[in-house]
């Protein structure tokens, strides 16, 4: 699931194109917050491709099998939680 954020960052060193559900990253290529919570398209097996190199930024509370319901046009939140 990726959510436009008109936000241009530079690719990391480190970006992955493959994640555990519940990865937040942000995909360079396309601007956009990136919510994985399962096999994408271009997934093999049950591992979660992202469409390209994202930056890691952390991971989310709670299930991420939970996004699997979010419709186009839904909102969604995100915020930092202080640790």
Do not use: H, K
Not at 34 to 44: D, E, K, N, V
């Amino acid at each position: 699931m990726y959510f436009d954020t008109g936000v241009s960052v530079s690719r990391e060193t480190g970006a992955q194109e493959v994640v555990e559900p519940g990865t937040v990253a942000f995909w360079t290529d396309g601007d956009a917050l990136a919510l994985p919570y399962g096999p994408t398209p271009i997934s093999r097996d049950d591992e979660c491709r992202l469409a390209g190199p994202c930056n890691v930024l952390g991971r989310f509370d709670g299930d991420p099998g939970l996004l699997g319901t979010v419709r186009d046009g839904d909102p969604v939140r995100v915020e930092l939680l202080d640790t």
